[in-house]
């Protein structure tokens, strides 16, 4: 071997070092302006979407990820750049017609008479969208500087409570998206369910059982690369670990926050003498219905006074109503025994609110003393919600056990790990899971309502899913396993001839 061939050999096997990578915020900002998800990236390079997440929050990949990733975010690089200078200048109009507003994806932004404070940031903006007032420009708002929006919070940051000037941005809980990455077309959708499920069949060999139990142990990550997936083109882009108050913390590593969820454990105090036949009815995909709530937007600020906001959502001390109706149906906040104010749920309030209006007349309304709140919307998880409820559905009408095994595992271990989980540490949103929880609690109260108003005679009402009547409850209920429809789970007899007042039993095993 020659002395430049050994040359060649020696400068062949060494490396110039670790390849440079850009800044955390950019390297999200290129995958994004191609309009990949993490879970398409993701799978490119073998890793999964919270590896990426960590990558685009700080964290620097290595060995042969860190080549493969870096070649990823060069290319993409190449690739915006040139599409940047294909892009002829335009000279902006003044003003859009219908038609150019619905190209821009603008076409609920109207201009404000007088500048209002943005939801997002606080300072004065000139339009609203969705009719809430903000900054149609990013750079105009105070929340569009870069955020890491999957940044690692350990449990002790969590804890400690932040000033105003550090929960200014990131924790307000969300930021502007640019108008041009809001809109995605339905056809550029990825089957992300179906695609695992065959996966896991494809690894285990048809395997029904194996393959179902893999799926479920991935669920809580699945689940987030679909909402990921979701949220693309979505308004607002979720911070994943906001600054959150003292109520919705907890006090002890093992105890629980201050938040009242109304969960109904209630069981009808005396029936009717005689013998009586109930129907035990189990409503279908409590958790998945109630993904469509209210959530905050931005970040919770703090208010005092008997006054509540029907655009907001958040946390709410009150003092709750009297309740006179406990022998036909269950309290609205379930069951407290303790008298006095505690806080309660959006949803909660909510209830409380409906009833107490002209149209039910049931209770006084509750007494407001103070809350959390922020701007707030149905939609924030509606993708995502209708994502689960398709998949849900095919696999119904196909007799498909895994995906639906799979799908109830995604949306009911997504709920309960958003607060401080181990098991999920992509996504830490007590507020969300106390009102997501509550809404499901709610839900199942309005359907006690409707079996009491159409004639049926309620004698349980348990948890989120679990409802107990006495008369033709298939006149009031569709019957099947959709979202919309119930269950028949148990039939059995109270009472007899003899009985004068009838304590309902037990529900049977």
Not at 91 to 97: K, M, N, R
Not at 119 to 146: F, I
Not at 183 to 194: C, R, T, W, Y
Not at 382 to 409: G, H, P, S
Request: with cysteine; hydrophobic share 40%; glycine share 8%.
């Amino acid at each position: 071997m020659s002395a430049f061939q050994a040359i060649d050999a020696l400068l062949a096997s060494t490396s110039p070092g670790l390849i440079p990578l850009p800044p955390a915020q950019e390297r999200r900002a290129r995958r994004e302006g191609l309009n990949l998800s993490r879970a398409q990236l993701a799978q490119a390079l073998g890793v999964s979407p919270s590896t990426v997440a960590g990558w685009e929050s700080g964290r620097d990949p290595s060995g042969e990820a860190r080549e493969k990733y870096a070649y990823f975010l060069e290319g993409a690089r190449t690739k915006l750049d040139a599409s940047a200078a294909a892009e002829i200048p335009q000279a902006e109009p003044a003003g859009h017609s219908p038609a150019e507003a619905d190209e821009t994806g603008t076409d609920d932004a109207d201009a404000l008479p007088v500048p209002q404070p943005c939801v997002l940031c606080g300072q004065p903006a000139r339009h609203q969208v969705a009719g809430y007032p903000q900054h149609l420009d990013p750079a105009e708002c105070a929340t569009a500087e870069p955020t890491q929006l999957e940044q690692p919070a350990p449990p002790v940051k969590l804890r400690q409570p932040a000033s105003t000037g550090q929960r200014s941005r990131a924790a307000r809980g969300v930021k502007v998206v640019p108008v041009g990455r809001r809109v995605q077309a339905a056809s550029d959708s990825p089957d992300l369910i179906g695609s695992a499920v065959a996966v896991a069949l494809a690894e285990h060999a048809g395997d029904v059982d194996a393959a179902t139990a893999a799926l479920v142990k991935r669920a809580i990550p699945d689940a987030m690369a679909l909402l990921d997936h979701s949220r693309k083109g979505g308004r607002y882009d979720v911070v994943a670990h906001p600054w959150l108050p003292d109520v919705l913390r907890k006090q002890t590593a093992r105890g629980a926050d201050q938040v009242w969820e109304a969960r109904p454990k209630w069981t009808r105090p005396e029936l009717p003498v005689g013998e009586h036949e109930v129907a035990a009815l189990d409503i279908n995909g409590a958790y998945l219905s109630a993904l469509k709530t209210h959530l905050p937007i931005g970040q919770l600020e703090h208010s005092t006074g008997d006054h509540h906001d029907r655009r907001r959502a958040g946390v709410h001390l009150i003092t709750p109503p009297a309740w006179e109706h406990d022998a036909v149906l269950p309290n609205p906040i379930g069951s407290r025994d303790e008298p006095g104010p505690l806080w309660v749920t959006e949803p909660t309030l909510r209830l409380l609110l409906r009833l107490a209006g002209p149209k039910y007349g049931l209770c006084d309304s509750p007494q407001i003393h103070e809350s959390w709140t922020s701007g707030a919307t149905e939609g924030l998880l509606e993708k995502f919600r209708i994502a689960l409820k398709d998949a849900r559905d095919r696999a119904i009408t196909d007799n498909d056990d895994v995906t639906l095994e799979y799908v109830k595992a995604m949306y009911s271990k997504f709920v309960s790990t958003l607060g401080e989980s181990n098991y999920n540490r992509e996504l830490y949103r007590t507020d969300w899971m106390h009102l997501i929880r509550s809404q499901a609690f709610a839900n199942l109260w309005w359907k006690a309502h409707r079996a009491y108003d159409e004639g049926l005679m309620v004698v349980r009402a348990m948890g989120t899913d679990e409802l107990h009547v006495i008369g033709d409850w298939r006149a009031v209920f569709p019957e099947g396993r959709g979202v919309t429809e119930v269950k028949l789970k148990d039939v059995y007899t109270v009472g007899n001839d003899q009985d004068q007042a009838t304590q309902p039993p037990a529900r049977p095993s």
